[in-house]
């Protein structure tokens, strides 16, 4: 029996978990919950699941809900603090981060700390603290089991084979609803277009993200410390069908992929029963219908989200924070469509031109540039 403990539990991800929960309750127990003020879905969550221990970030919320499931053996937490705790719960076995932004830097170091395995949805804690994240985990003995599709796609094709003997990492990519369109075109984009992504069903955030390719350009910088690998040596190809969900070439040009059908649940769940793989219910493969599959280079020039993630990469320290902290600031601006579609870039490239990079940063170093790019960006629109 493993104990979960899950950050983000009513976001897409954390409820694909506890469906996974649901379908293996003889293997899987959650003692822990988290959200950001989601109190109906979460006290649902409480009652069939029976965690020993919640936290709602909002004080307010977290309340309410006091009050709520009052009928019940849980301890309520709120805040950073309530999120740390929970994260260190001494029950916990496995931790998932499914929470989105920097958020889930502190209370993923404090898994750590307390030697959780980490089962990370959350890239922004790669994106900007991977230095201190890789080299913690490394100290506490404890393993990062990457649930984004197309890093769990690269670490199960490095199972079982020497990773000094990699030439490189192909992460895939679907181009989003926008593939094909030139930056005149991006400009008559709307929220309702940037939100249809072909293939997958995610929440607002990431589905933007995806349609600007900057999620993968965030996914380049988290795979960099996942995989101990120079930027050089991490390509993207776009390959429309979400079939192919990364790839690894090998010193003698041997290329190991891992390929299904979109379905998250799957990377879930590898993290969930790793090193084991467990019965999955849900559409398998059919290469008769599927008939071919298509790559294309990316067009960095049209989606320069991309070059952009690699030159702060590249420039490190501070700067992948920048990047990072731009993208969420601009993302939110557009889905309260306060700001244009193409925006959203320039004003991650302003935030970057106006920084000056702290080398080797420290936690605090990590959340004072957010809120200094979030300072600067506000001025800009304001």
Known sequence: MKDIIILGSTGSIGCQALDIVR????????????VLKNIDLLEKQ????KPLVVCVYDEEKALKL??????????VLTGMDGLIKLSSYEKGDILLTAIVGMIGIRP?????????????????????????????AKEKGVSI?????EHSAIFQSLRGNDKSQVNKIILTASGGPFRGY?????????LADALKHPNWSMGKKITVDSSTMVNKGLEVIEARWLFDTDFDNIEVVIQPQSVIHSMVEYDDGAVIAQLGTPDMKLPIQYAFFYPDRKFLKGDRLNFYELKSIDFYKPDMEVFSGIKLAYKAGKTGGTMPTVFNAANEFAVAEF???????????EMIEYAMDNHKVIDNPTVDDILETEKAVYELLTRKVR
Request: with cysteine; hydrophobic share 40%; aromatic share 4%.
């Open 182 to 190: 030139t930056k005149e075109m991006l400009k008559d984009v709307k």
């Open 145 to 149: 089991l990457p649930v984004d599709s």
């Open 23 to 34: 379908e293996y309750k003889d293997d899987l127990r959650v003692v822990g919950l988290a």
């Open 46 to 49: 409480i009652r069939e699941f």
């Open 335 to 345: 889905i309260d469509e306060k700001i244009k579609y193409t925006d959203i870039v």
């Open 66 to 75: 006091k009050d709520k499931v009052k009928d019940l053996d849980v301890e």
């Open 108 to 136: 993923t170091i404090a898994g750590i700390e307390s030697g959780k395995d980490i089962a990370l949805a959350n890239k922004e804690t790669l994106v900007c603290a991977g230095h201190i994240i890789m080299n913690l």
